[in-house]
Structure formats: C-alpha cells, structure tokens
C-alpha cells in the first residue's frame, strides 16, 4: 500500500482574503502599486532575493536568507496561511513583504524588504501588510519583530508597538511586539497611505512581469571593514583596496 | 601676507563608511597628494568634531600624520562645530600667507554613523547653549523648525520654497559620485501628491524630513601652498583669495533679530572685502543648507540677494545649476551630506573643483569666482571663503 506523504507534509490553507491592490506616489513622483503575488509569481521574485544573502550591511543578508526561505516555503507549500505582497515601481520590484495568519484574531508578521532604499517604500510596504491584518483580515494584532536598527526605528517607534516579550515570534522566538488595532487606528492618518482603485493601466504594467530591481542595496566595499573599524583605528591597509575598488582616482 | 594657492584636493563618498575615522581622513589626503604629486608637506590640520565622543578616537591629526607616513610635520586638530572645516582651512592660510609653512594640508573628517540616529542628534546638539537650551530639549532640528517658522511669517518664504531648495539639491547630488544621497526627489512627491505627508514628515515643524541633511560619514582634504610651489605645479591657479569669520551670541534668543544672521553677513562681508570682489562677482557658491530655509537665508545675508528675496530667486531659477548663480552645484549638505567636520572642506573642494573645470555634469560655465559660507553652531560661528581662479 502506498502513502502520498505529500498528503502529509503539506499544510492545508485556511481562506485569507484577497489583499486589494493600491497605489501611491513615491518622493521620486513615481507611481508605486502594492498587489499581493500568486504563488506561480515567487519564482520570479526569488532571483532578486538571492542577490541581497550577500548583503552585508543593515542587515540585508539575514533578512534576504530568511525572506528567501520563506517564500521557497510559500512556493513549496511548506508554511500554512501565508501571503507575500510586492511594491513595483512602473513593473520593477521595489519591496516584497510577508507575513502569515497565525488565528482569525493573531497574525504574524514575518518580514519586510526594500529593494530600493531612501523613499520609503519599505515602509510604505509595511503599512500595507499591516493594512491587510488589520483591515482586511480584521485581525485584532499583529506580532511583529525587528531585525535591524532600521526596522526597529520603522516599526517599533513610529508605530509605537506594544510589548508582548512573554509571546516568542516565529523569527528566532525573540521576544514579541504587537501592534493592535488601535494602534493601527491611531497611524492611519499618518503612516497608511495609498489610492484604491488602481487604474488599469498602473495594475496591467504591474501583472506583466515583476522587473528586476534598479538601484538594489550592494555589498559594503570591505566585508572586514566594519569589523577592523571596531578595533583598529589607525590601520591604512584598506585604503589602496578602496582606492582601487571607488576606481576615482 | 603672502598669496596662498589650493594645489590639490581629494575626497571620499560622502555615506555610510564602513572604516575607522583616521582612514575616512587618510584616504582623501593621499588623493589630494596625488593631485598635487607632492609627497610631503610641512603642516597638517585635521578638522573634526566628533572624534573623542563618537567613535573614541581623540589627537586624530596626530593619528592622521603618522597614518600618511608624513611625520615630523607639524599636526593639529581643529574643532570648531560644523564650521571646523573652513577654520582649519583658514588656519592653514594663515600658516601658509604669513610665511611659516610653504605647504599646509588640511583635512576635515568625520564617522558619525558609527552611533545611531538618536545620539547623533545628541552629540550635534551638545554646541547649544548647556543651561538655556541644551537642557530643555532643544536640538538644532529645532531650533532651525523655530527659525524656519519665524522667516516663513515675516518674509512669505513656504514650505514649497523650502521643498524647491530640496529638489534642487538632492537631484544636483545625482550628477556628484561622491554624493550622500542618489534618489531623485520631486515637488509632486514630497509637497502635492496625497501620500506627501507620508512620504516627507514633519521633522520639526515646519521643516520635513526632505529639508534636513542626512548623517553622514565623510573625509575631505585641500593642500595649500604659497605662490612659488604653486607656479611650479602644472595645475590651474586657484587662490584662497578672502576669509572671513564672525561669531553672534551662543543661544538665538539674545539675538536682536533671530531671523537674521548677521555673523554670516559679517564673515561673508570680511572675505569679499579681502577678495577684493563684490557679491554679484561670484561664479558659483557652496552654501550651509543643513536645513533648507539655510540655503535661502544664507544667500540673502552674504549678498547675493536682497533680504527676504531669497526666495524669489530660487522661484526664478537663479540658484540652479544653469542659473545666474548656482549655488550647491555639488548638491550642498541636503544632497553631498553633512559629516560636520568635513564639510567645510568639502564645500571648498567642490568650489576648487568648479574653478578648474573639472566638475564634469555639474560643471558651472565659466566659473572663475568661487564662495563657501560653513556655519558653525547655529550661526554662532560663522567661516566663509572665497576663490579665485588666476588663470
């Protein structure tokens, strides 16, 4: 007698509603719409992902890892409830978020990645997913965590979250922060943004393809740089290699 | 006094540099030094201000020296606020125009993003006043969202001038390398759109976040020398014509009028007259835009425009890069960045920079008259500069 494991291994979703899609302008003036991805999309999104494991700087490697495993999960149908949101800028992939269902009243966020940094679009992003738990899923909290100095200023100061350090999140089982409805409610005005409906022609640039990204975040020029920087203060070494690597003079 | 000429220059990226303070300070020395092929000099000035507070690093000049392999020369550190780099660089000429040295290097550098954005806006607003202001709270954020509101009052200027001086500088900054920050930024983005508020919130107001320079990690360096090493170099002639320096009272509310600035009007009037030049003679000028409402107040107080008319000009395009008299041209603090004690010679580098004809897609035609107004405290201290090309 044969057993379809895959019967077994795979979670069974539970329904989530549709994230409706918007859009916004950018500082850039550009028009940036926010839409939720099938799974038959993720292999499209993962190359540009793959690029930033290498990132090291705020923390990009790790959350890129993890991003990519996370999505590999959605693809693969190895994590239940999950949802995976895109920010494009005229096709191109400016921000991807995730996050999951955790119970019709919890959900958990799992992460948020700019692809293009110094307009906001990460947290213009983020409000979105955050918009979708709240709004659409009438959820009562999201639980959220930070991994790097930026995502805690995004997060945890501009929204003001709530502590829930006795509730372990998902990534890594780091204590908990919560933003609630009223929390939410008390952002609206400020912090969630964006025009609904979209126009046709804004969303079909968008479903056509997800473009690869213009200006992604790049390695730091010394990968020791950071690291030597901490103990030696004097050293000249590096300088010749980044005379080299700046290639301006 | 002698004549003191600028033989060489060097910079790094202005951002997040991921190396000690003493490299960010070496490494445009060694450029300047290969600008000028010299390979030694007889004094050396390090700007900076935050070295023994932010990254535990104090004597940095004599750490600098040595690091470029140039000791015995004499080395000194200068800390003036955000102005310690044109005072560096005036005392420099005065080494150098009263005859104690031939060749003087000044360097100005700074690692402030080695602390996060919150002590970094503490360890800045340690040169207010410590018992009038300082203990109250006050940063330079707000004490600049204060003055903005004042000016906006009294002389009509609006948040879409301030949001003009932005735009201008920041896309200015597209065409630098060594620039902060490389996204383009527009009117409709940051002021008219539904999600501008979002997009460009309110810092203090009425300044928002696009009218505040970003933190900045940096390193600048110009080599002065007198008239005789510099005939001898295969290397436009550009002179340190006019300095000019001025303090006003520590704290704004003793000011008579705290919506002038009467230590850049004063600075800006010694260095004119030393140049021997009128305001309308400049070619092209760097000015102080740490907040936007500085860039317009500033031109209005060295002379370029009539007071509260600043802001007319920028409305007719007089400041922009093919302007009249295009001022920021490198992208100024809001777009090169700000790493307070680099500034002042990288305001100077980039002037060198436009008088040589090298600035390449932001060159200004013709510039042969070059300005830099490096403002210290806020307005306290006050160094302003002027170039000329002689040949």
Known sequence: MSVDLEKILRPVDNPMPPFPPKYMTIASGEEMVIRQVSRDEIPDILPYIESLMHVERDFYDIVAARVYAELMAYYRHRVQDEYVLVAQIDGEIGAVVNGRMVNADVGMSLHTLALRRGLRIGAHAFAAKMEYHIDIMKQKEVLIVAESPIGFRRWMIEYNLEKRFDTPHELGGVPSWALTRELFDRARETLVVGRRPVPDKLLEKAYAAILPPSDPPTPPEDLLAATRSRYDSTGTALMAQRWRQEGKV | ?391
């Open chain 2, 1 to 391: 006094m002698r004549q003191v000429y600028v033989i060489g220059i060097g910079i790094t990226t202005f951002a997040r540099l991921e190396y000690p303070l003493c490299e960010i300070a070496a490494y445009p020395a060694m450029m300047a030094m290969k600008d000028c092929g010299l390979s030694g000099v007889d004094h050396l000035y390090v700007a900076n201000m935050g070295g023994g507070r932010v990254n535990h690093q104090t004597g940095l000049a004599s750490a600098v020296v040595d690091s470029l392999s140039l000791t015995p020369a004499g080395a000194e550190t200068i800390e003036n606020g955000p102005a310690s780099g044109a005072s560096a660089i005036k005392q420099g000429f005065l080494a150098v125009a009263s005859g104690l040295h031939d060749v003087v290097m000044v360097i100005g550098a700074e690692r402030m993003r080695e602390v996060n954005n919150l002590e970094v806006t503490d360890f800045i607003a340690t040169l207010t006043h410590p018992l009038a202001e300082y203990i109250y709270g006050v940063t330079l954020p707000s004490l600049a969202g204060m003055f903005t509101r004042l000016y906006m009052d009294k002389y009509g200027v609006t948040a879409r001038h301030l949001a003009m001086v932005a735009v201008k500088n920041q896309n200015n900054a597209l065409l630098n390398d060594f620039a902060h920050l490389h996204q383009e930024i527009t009117i409709e983005g940051i002021i008219d759109s539904p999600e501008a508020l979002t997009n460009n919130p309110y810092v203090a107001e009425p300044l928002r976040f696009f009218d505040c320079c970003p933190v900045s990690d940096g390193g600048a360096c110009v080599i002065l020398a007198s008239g005789d090493v510099a005939k001898r170099l295969d290397k436009p002639l550009v002179r340190l014509a006019g300095l000019g320096q001025a303090t006003d009272t520590h704290t704004i509310h003793e000011r008579q009028e705290p919506t002038d600035l009467l230590a850049v009007r004063r600075a800006a009037g010694q260095t004119f007259q030393m140049a021997g030049i009128k305001p309308a003679d400049v070619d092209v000028a760097e000015l102080h835009d740490a907040f936007t409402i500085l860039e317009i107040v500033e031109s209005e107080e060295v002379g370029f425009f009539n007071k509260g008319e600043g802001h007319l000009a920028l409305e007719r395009g007089e400041t922009s890069l093919t302007g009249e008299l295009p001022i920021n041209p490198s992208g100024g603090l809001k777009g090169r960045g700000h790493p307070v004690g680099a500034t002042g010679v990288a305001q100077a580098h980039e002037i060198v920079l436009q008088l040589r004809g090298d600035a390449g897609r932001r060159q200004v035609m013709d510039a042969r008259i070059g300005f830099t107004c490096n403002f210290g405290g806020f307005g306290n201290n006050v160094v302003c500069l002027t170039f000329i090309r002689e040949s």
